[in-house]
């Protein structure tokens, strides 16, 4: 007994030695989570957000609903819906009592009602339309939304019934549309998308509108009356032949025909009708064939009238719009060099002023732009810009934040990660200035070599940030320091830049990349033996575009590119916008620009060792493109590898293939490093 009591003794009074912090690692996707959808309630107190967290059994990207309420100097937060009931999409009632979302019934999305006081979920539609996108009525006594009315599919005439429980082959895909599959949604359906209204107590669902094609495609508006509902439909004869092309149109909740309001030659999308229901705020851009078109912020007067654009002087993409509750002005939410941000912008012209000065991307995969923000009586809530660890909640007063909600606090105290650094650099082109990041290894030691990965952002019309990412940290945790650029045709600065690469891509954007290279080969700790160079989409096509051009890098990593745009042009779920504004004229009357322009036609030149990595399911670059250069390399003898994700589209998968698709471009870089 006296051994048994020193030996406790002695244990209690041994130090207790802390965990040493452990570098990034793949099982980690499955520890962490992310704040995503940040929505005030309109008394500025409260703030609906959800979690997003990926599911290491059913290995999917889960989400549950959570409550955040201000009181004083402290934020008290409480799980509201959890991730079993599938929720997603929770949005206040204008008086802040009850919230809306979809979550399954039977097995078909459905709309339900929470008074949040009560916490218990009412079931508002239960048809066989399945709710997508909603909005709230001013008055709080309905809900209008979009869902997909299905069709009978197309039969072949004359052919024989199906007899009850016969074991045929599929039935075949009858196609007659111009664009026919999509990426992320597979192959069309017969049916289309229509608009409805339902009472907000529940009961049957009323269609506003009808026809053969989708009649709501980018967004809708109530006006205060309750009664009527602005809406933004591509319905215009040969719309499917148009890269952009849509319009405004209102209808009335008591029946009629809709009425067409805009008829303006591009994009009027996300229509917001101000508080007094005079003006319509909507974002789009006019019809250009220049290989980038930039979205403004625009405003009519509902009654008619031209259209005014409000960020004509700003020179960034409007991503989304906000009336400010007076009507005066507008909360824009836009692109910055890197960065999303907020800023108030008033109607009668003059500055924008900034209100959240930035806004954390949530995409994880790769650290691009993004991100949510949400204003009510005052408050702003927003996603945080984060380095180190997924966006939290960050909550906002005048400008100032006053409150922040962090749920990798704990993950991040027991992980060694290593730091980021904001670079810039001019091009060897002409000098244009160019924004980078770097990602160093955990434990950097400048005294040490390291070896370079450079990773090319997709798009090519999007960008990079200072943002965490797996793809990034794997990479560095394995030892490389990762060089992430914005090389001219990135957007955030500017339509000029944006559109530098107009007609001409890939080509002044390959030397915007090699001179980041060069840049950080004046850093002694930087291996100029080991070079590596990578990326998906886009950076996919730079990626073979460069290996084309030169031989500096060890190995290379092409994920889902484009290597003939012949081919790309009439397989893509995008043909329109690459016959339109990337390539100039059909392939078969301008062949030799399409070649000219397809990286395929320099892979005689090849020599540096490559992997592709594209989903099967992948309808914006399909996977053929990675097959011919895959073959191609194999006839030269270049040493290379192919990996097909199995049902992965785009977005590269579940979260498990992200993880496949990161690690086997480790693996294949460090086969060929010089030791």
Excluded: C
Excluded at 319 to 326: L, M
Excluded at 389 to 400: D, E, S, T, V, Y
Aim: charged share 20%; net charge neutral.
């Amino acid at each position: 007994m006296k051994a048994l009591l020193l030996a406790a003794l002695l244990a209690t009074a041994a130090p207790v030695l802390a965990a040493e912090p452990a570098p990034f690692e793949a099982a980690d996707l499955y520890r962490l989570s992310m704040v995503t959808d940040p929505q005030v309630a309109p008394d500025g107190n409260r703030v609906l957000f959800t979690r997003a967290f990926f599911d290491i059994q059913t290995d999917t990207r889960q989400g549950e609903i959570w409550l955040a309420t201000l009181g004083g100097k402290a934020v008290d937060k409480r799980l509201l819906i959890p991730a079993a009931a599938k929720a997603s999409g929770a949005a206040w009632s204008p008086d802040g009592s009850r919230i809306a979302y979809v979550a399954p019934w039977l097995g078909k999305p459905q709309l339900w009602v929470m008074r949040v006081a009560d916490g218990v979920g009412q079931l508002v539609t239960r048809g066989k339309y399945a709710p997508e996108s909603f909005v709230w009525s001013p008055d709080g006594s309905r809900i209008a939304f979009t869902a997909r009315v299905e069709a009978p599919p197309a039969k072949i005439r004359g052919m024989v019934d199906k007899p009850e429980g016969a074991t045929w082959a599929p039935a075949p895909k009858i196609i007659d549309s111009f664009r026919y599959r999509f990426d992320g949604r597979g192959y069309a359906t017969p049916g289309s998308t229509q608009l409805f209204v339902v009472d907000a107590a529940g009961g049957e669902a009323k269609e506003l509108t009808a026809g053969d094609n989708d009649q709501v495609s980018g967004g809708f508006d109530w006006l205060p009356d309750s009664r009527t509902i602005v809406y933004s439909a591509r319905v215009r004869d040969g719309n499917d032949l148009l890269p952009v092309e849509s319009d405004l149109w209102q209808v009335g909740i008591g029946g009629g025909a809709p009425v067409r309001l805009t008829d303006i030659d591009g994009t009027e999308d996300d229509p917001q009708v101000s508080p007094d229901g005079k003006t319509i705020a909507f974002t789009g851009a006019l019809t250009a064939t220049s290989f980038y078109v930039q979205s403004d912020l625009w405003v009519r007067p509902l009654a008619g009238g031209p259209a005014r654009n409000l960020t004509a002087d700003l020179d960034r993409p409007v991503i989304a719009a906000k009336w400010a509750k007076d009507g005066k002005g507008l909360h824009v939410f836009y692109n910055d060099a890197g960065l999303t941000k907020v800023a108030l912008l008033p109607l009668a012209g003059g500055k924008p002023q900034l209100e959240v000065p930035a806004i954390g991307g949530t995409r994880l995969y790769l650290p691009s732009s993004g991100g949510n923000w949400s204003e009510g009586g005052g408050t702003f809530a927003y996603t945080t810009v984060e380095a180190d660890r997924p966006a939290g909640l960050g909550i906002a007063r005048a400008g100032k934040e006053i409150a922040r909600i962090d749920f990798n606090a704990d993950w991040r105290a027991g992980k060694r990660l290593g730091p980021m650094e904001r670079i810039t650099y001019k091009s060897a082109k002409d000098g244009l200035p160019i924004e980078a990041w770097v990602q160093f290894p955990p434990g950097f030691d400048p005294a040490r070599k390291y070896p370079l990965a450079l990773e090319i952002h997709g798009g090519p019309n999007t960008d990079y940030g200072p943002y965490f990412s797996i793809t990034h940290q794997l990479y560095a945790a394995a030892g490389y320091i990762v060089l992430f650029t914005n090389p001219r045709g990135s957007i955030g600065y500017g339509r000029q830049f944006a559109n530098a690469i107009d007609k001409a891509y890939p080509g002044d954007d390959h030397d915007d990349l090699m001179s980041g290279v060069d840049e950080m080969l004046k850093r002694p700790y930087v291996d100029a033996r080991n070079l590596f160079i990578g990326g998906g989409s886009g950076g996919g096509v730079l990626t073979t575009f460069a290996i084309g051009k030169t031989d500096r890098f060890r190995a290379a990593a092409a994920l889902r590119p484009v290597t003939d745009w012949t081919v790309q042009a009439l397989t893509s779920d995008i043909t329109a916008v690459t016959l339109r504004n990337w390539v100039p004229g059909n392939p078969w009357d301008n062949h030799d620009d399409y070649w000219r322009r397809s990286t395929l036609s320099l892979v005689g030149k090849v020599k540096t060792p490559t992997i592709l990595i594209d989903g099967e399911a992948d309808w914006r670059t399909p996977i053929s493109q990675s097959e011919a250069y895959y073959q191609a390399l194999k006839v030269r003898g270049v040493p290379t590898r192919m990996v097909r994700l199995p049902e992965a589209g785009h977005g590269m998968g579940r979260p498990s293939q992200w993880l496949q698709s990161i690690l086997t471009v480790v693996d294949w870089y460090d086969r060929f490093k010089v030791k």
